[in-house]
């Protein structure tokens, strides 16, 4: 039988596997971004350091209490809301209805 211990550290070490693999990809596709001058691809890399920047979080996280990661899980939905705001305030080609209805779904995750 496993015990809960060991399935914590069998999550812990495949959210650092999962972590240092973003770092990876994030490294190469910043330099290749660099090389080829692509700043779309600059763009994707910096969303692989954020998602390594919160595996990383959430790696510290599973050490704390219930009440504090849930604290957490709040912070950072909202960090994860943040880009999608941003997209709010760029002039763009959404029409008025489709921001709004964008705007709504983005909120939603911190609802969950």
Same mark, same amino acid.
């Given at each position: 039988m496993v015990t809960r211990e060991a399935d914590a550290a069998d999550l812990?070490?495949? !959210?650092?596997?999962?972590?240092?693999?973003?770092?990876?990809?994030?490294? !190469?596709?910043?330099?290749v971004a660099l090389a080829i001058g692509s700043v779309s691809l600059f763009a994707d890399s910096i969303g692989l350091l954020e998602d390594a920047s919160v595996n990383l979080l959430i790696l510290v996280a599973l050490r704390w209490s219930a009440p504090r990661r849930a604290r957490l899980g709040m912070v950072?939905?909202?960090?994860?809301?943040?880009?999608?705001?941003?997209?709010?305030?760029?002039?763009?080609?959404?029409?008025?209805?489709?921001?709004? !209805?964008? !705007?709504w779904t983005r909120l939603g995750c911190l609802h969950v």
């Open positions: 812990r070490r495949e !959210i650092r596997f999962v972590a240092i693999l973003n770092l990876a990809y994030f490294g !190469i596709e910043f330099a950072l939905a909202g960090i994860l809301l943040v880009p999608g705001l941003a997209r709010e305030r760029v002039p763009g080609d959404l029409a008025h209805g489709e921001r709004r !209805i964008g !705007i």
